[in-house]
């Protein structure tokens, strides 16, 4: 072995090590130790996660965020994250987990981990009734909002006609207001926000077009991570059995809780 070859194996042996020193800083114990958890959520995603007339965040992710923070024994502090930032939080320990809407997709399980489901939704396409749109291709020449870098972006992308114009935003808010202001003629979205839409569109008379998939949701962590992993899917499971993820469903959602399967 030439020495330049030596020097480049030592320097991969050390990028290696700092890589699991950095994964182990991020452990059970060390979450514990500091004395809170740190927890990114979309707070834009009603009913997701958004904030009330007091504003204090609430919402399904909040809550699940909090049932977290309470089996670990520590404080919860949320960090407000968007769809194109959840996985860059994570991996610059900007938050020690992300609770938001967090679908789960093989390229994103390249990049983090993901837990067990703990929700799930459709994602649906969403405009004024008025509009013929049967099936995604009804959208030539049509301009459609999506939240940038999530699974109804995916989706949207895949199946949507070439001549479609997809504009892309950085949150659920943003996507929204484009549609009620007349920006753009759809948006695809989860189920639920559309329900939301529905509701405060009535002027424009919203309804669900058709649906683009079927999507759950899942903490995400970083890679390596295994015993936090390992909790998180334990303690999700333990919620489940004692009522409390189908409490949350029933007080944000409502309708039986959804049946979702494990991996």
């Known amino acids: 072995m030439s020495i330049l070859k030596f020097i480049r194996a030592i320097v991969a042996s050390a990028l290696a090590l700092l ?8 452990t059970l114990d060390q979450i514990q130790k500091r004395g809170k958890v740190l927890i990114g959520v979309d707070l834009t995603t009603a009913p997701f996660g958004f904030t009330d007339a007091q ?7 909040v809550e699940v965020a909090g049932l977290i923070a309470a089996g670990l ?29 967090f679908s789960i997709t093989p390229e994103r399980a390249r990049t983090i981990s993901f837990s067990n489901p703990y929700a799930a939704t459709q994602i649906v396409l969403l405009a ?3 509009k013929k749109f049967e099936k995604p291709a009804d959208l030539a020449g049509k301009s459609v909002a999506v939240v940038r870098g999530t699974v109804q972006d995916t989706q949207l992308t895949l199946v949507a006609p070439k001549d479609a ?19 753009v003629e759809a948006i695809a979205t989860g189920s639920v926000i559309g329900n939301e839409l529905v509701k405060r569109g009535a002027q424009k008379q919203l309804e669900l077009k058709f649906v683009l998939t079927q999507s759950t949701y899942s ?6 991570d295994h015993d936090l992993l390992h909790w998180v ?12 993820l189908a409490k ?15 991996f």
């Open 219 to 224: 903490i995400g962590l970083r890679k390596g």
């Open 128 to 130: 004024e009734k008025a």
């Open 55 to 61: 504003l204090k965040p609430t919402g399904v992710d």
């Open 248 to 262: 949350v469903h029933e007080k944000f959602i409502g309708g039986p809780y959804p049946v979702m399967g494990s």
């Open 165 to 183: 114009v997809i504009r892309r935003f950085d949150d659920d808010a943003t996507a929204a207001t484009a549609l009620l202001s007349g920006q």
């Open 73 to 101: 024994g520590v404080p919860l502090e949320i960090v407000p994250v968007t769809g194109p930032n959840r996985i860059s939080y994570l991996l610059t320990n900007k938050v020690d987990l992300v609770v938001s809407t």
């Open 233 to 244: 899917n334990t303690t999700l499971y333990y919620y489940h059995l004692n009522g409390a």
């Open 19 to 26: 890589v699991v020193c950095h994964v182990q800083a991020q």
